[in-house]
């Protein structure tokens, strides 16, 4: 099983294979964009980060064979792993004649569909090291056990905890504004205000700075967002 930093697109409109997917890659260690729509997705490959794509042939506004086509065009580099019902040879072919790198028939199992897409990030070398455990002045955090432990103090990630918390040390740093936070970390999922994401590096704080009201390893940029040194 990979644990990894890698950011996964899922295209799909039915809600409860796309809930489905999401759960799974995330507990799997993958960052979800959800689209339900393919024009979305390809908007989504030319502005943020995508290492693989989950792309759905029957989708409400185009063809899946388009959109892999169109993001092929954007980015060669990026794996895509059809997910189709039209499981005959031919469909195959076709889909796999528009860029496709790999075609999986519905319904599938989700062991095989993880051992597909290992197998693609390994057949395009994308990076999946990531150190899963990190010292923040003297706490630990460990995104395998979805923990965060400084002396006394113990605190379990939610997954969205997680990924935010994964996505800052990613970045550290940089100043990184809110709205890079929702664009990445939620993505095309309902946005929160920024008194949400507020709330969340409150959390953080409370578990890794020594002194949570006078922060210096999780700091403000005033009218910007967020460093984390």
Not at 96 to 111: I, M, Q, R, T, V
């Amino acid at each position: 099983m990979h644990k990894n930093g890698l950011t996964a697109m899922i295209v799909e409109d039915e809600e409860h294979i796309a809930d489905l997917l999401e759960t799974n890659l995330t507990i799997d260690g993958y960052q979800t964009i959800v689209c339900d729509l393919g024009e979305k997705a390809v908007e989504t490959v030319k502005f943020q980060h995508v290492d693989i794509v989950l792309l759905d042939v029957m989708l409400p506004d185009s063809s899946g064979i388009d959109i892999c086509r169109s993001i092929k065009h954007i980015r060669q580099d990026i794996p895509i792993l059809m997910l189709s019902a039209l499981g005959q040879s031919s469909d195959r072919i076709k889909g796999l004649k528009s860029g496709a790198d790999d075609y999986l028939p519905k319904p599938f199992e989700l062991e095989e569909l993880t051992l597909r897409m290992n197998n693609l990030i390994d057949r395009f070398g994308i990076d999946k090291t990531i150190k899963n455990e990190i010292e923040l002045g003297s706490a630990v955090i460990n995104f395998d056990q979805y923990t965060i432990n400084r002396d006394t103090a113990h605190h379990k990630l939610t997954s969205k905890e997680a990924l935010l918390l994964k996505f800052i040390v990613e970045h550290r740093g940089e100043v990184i504004s809110r709205q890079l936070i929702l664009d990445e970390v939620w993505g095309f999922e309902r946005f929160p205000n920024s008194r949400t994401i507020d709330n969340f590096i409150a959390t953080f704080r409370k578990f890794i700075e020594e002194n949570p009201g006078e922060p210096q390893i999780i700091t403000t940029v005033r009218g910007v967002g967020y460093r984390i040194s």
